[in-house]
């Protein structure tokens, strides 16, 4: 499962997020030393800081990918391109609510304009994400229309919000499919645990789960299931040890505190009163990350 990071995209939705270019940097070249496959960044369309720190990251050369996230449309398709980015990732409303009352436009010529701003994509040798916005108050039928279509055209990847999607998806596509999944309603390390038993290779976190709302799945919390679950392939892939100065560095920029009990860098993660096995809990535990 590949490990994509919207802490400089998703994160920066979040309320005391206000990133300086510098901020950027240093997230983005901590979290590729990290070992994240892909680093997502904010819109270049949002503002002209935007763009010219999505050029300047790509430039740097890091090991990860640098993707951007945008409308689904030739505008803001060509923007991104224009920064070099390794990938693009569109997204458009599908909800009746969304079509109606944001971009106005019927599932038709939703189908035509993804199939258009697809095609100028892949042309540019750039790799393409598509997901659809607002998906749990969408007909199933028409994102798997939808999807279906995107997958036809070649889509590196489909996005996908609700793990009720993945079974049918994952046996009938050749797209991969990833999975962002908010933190609204439960443990999100857990769902997304689920989400890969049926089929997603792909998973969206940021550090600290910091995004809009209460946020999406924290890096920190899927490393630390992962490590059980696949510990070789974790422990391969991942600098763990470098988990604790990214979370803390992030906390000290969006000023807030690592809550007492986040999984493995929280003060009392490891904390435990009673000897009988003390010890062993912390050195099983917390070794892969030392």
Same mark, same amino acid.
């Given at each position: 499962?590949? #490990?994509?990071?919207?802490?400089?995209?998703?994160?920066?939705?979040?309320?005391?997020?206000?990133?300086?270019?510098?901020?950027?940097? #240093?997230?983005?070249?901590?979290?590729?030393?990290?070992?994240?496959?892909?680093?997502?960044?904010?819109?270049?369309?949002?503002?002209?800081?935007?763009?010219?720190?999505? #050029?300047?990251?790509?430039?740097?050369?890091?090991?990860?990918?640098?993707?951007?996230?945008?409308?689904?449309?030739?505008?803001?398709?060509?923007?991104?391109?224009?920064?070099?980015?390794?990938?693009?990732?569109?997204?458009? +409303?599908?909800?009746?609510?969304?079509?109606?009352?944001?971009?106005?436009?019927?599932?038709?010529?939703?189908?035509?304009?993804?199939?258009?701003?697809?095609?100028?994509?892949?042309?540019?040798?750039?790799?393409?994400?598509?997901?659809?916005?607002?998906?749990?108050?969408?007909?199933?039928?028409?994102? *798997?229309? *939808?999807?279906?279509?995107?997958?036809? %055209? +070649?889509?590196?990847?489909?996005?996908?919000?609700?793990?009720? *999607?993945?079974?049918?998806?994952?046996?009938?596509?050749?797209?991969?499919?990833?999975?962002?999944?908010?933190?609204?309603?439960?443990?999100?390390?857990?769902?997304?645990?689920?989400?890969?038993?049926?089929?997603?290779?792909?998973?969206?976190?940021?550090?600290?789960?910091?995004?809009?709302?209460? !946020?999406?799945?924290?890096? !920190? %919390?899927?490393?630390?299931?992962?490590?059980?679950?696949?510990?070789?392939?974790?422990?391969?892939?991942?600098?763990?040890?470098?988990? #604790?100065?990214?979370?803390?560095?992030?906390?000290?920029?969006?000023?807030?505190?690592?809550?007492?009990?986040?999984?493995?860098?929280?003060?009392?993660?490891?904390?435990?009163?009673?000897?009988?096995?003390?010890? +062993?809990?912390?050195?099983?535990?917390?070794?892969?990350?030392?």
């Amino acid at each position: 499962m590949l #490990k994509r990071t919207g802490t400089l995209r998703e994160g920066e939705q979040f309320a005391n997020a206000f990133f300086t270019r510098e901020h950027k940097v #240093k997230i983005a070249t901590m979290l590729s030393e990290f070992g994240c496959q892909y680093i997502e960044l904010t819109s270049p369309v949002s503002s002209q800081a935007s763009y010219d720190d999505c #050029k300047y990251i790509r430039s740097l050369g890091l090991k990860a990918k640098i993707l951007t996230h945008v409308r689904c449309n030739m505008e803001d398709a060509k923007r991104a391109v224009e920064c070099g980015v390794d990938g693009v990732d569109l997204v458009i +409303g599908t909800s009746s609510f969304l079509r109606e009352y944001s971009h106005g436009k019927s599932m038709a010529m939703i189908k035509q304009t993804a199939l258009e701003v697809i095609e100028y994509v892949k042309s540019k040798g750039v790799e393409v994400r598509f997901s659809s916005e607002d998906s749990f108050r969408s007909d199933l039928v028409d994102i *798997l229309a *939808l999807y279906q279509a995107v997958d036809k %055209a +070649g889509v590196n990847r489909v996005g996908i919000r609700s793990e009720e *999607l993945l079974p049918e998806w994952s046996t009938t596509s050749s797209a991969r499919s990833e999975v962002w999944l908010a933190a609204t309603l439960k443990p999100t390390s857990m769902t997304i645990l689920a989400a890969q038993s049926r089929g997603a290779t792909h998973v969206d976190t940021s550090v600290l789960g910091i995004g809009e709302r209460n !946020g999406i799945t924290p890096l !920190g %919390a899927l490393m630390a299931r992962m490590v059980v679950t696949a510990p070789e392939y974790t422990k391969k892939t991942f600098d763990l040890p470098r988990l #604790k100065t990214i979370e803390e560095y992030v906390a000290s920029v969006v000023e807030i505190n690592i809550p007492f009990n986040n999984p493995v860098t929280g003060f009392c993660a490891f904390t435990h009163k009673a000897g009988i096995h003390a010890k +062993g809990t912390h050195s099983v535990m917390t070794r892969p990350f030392l």
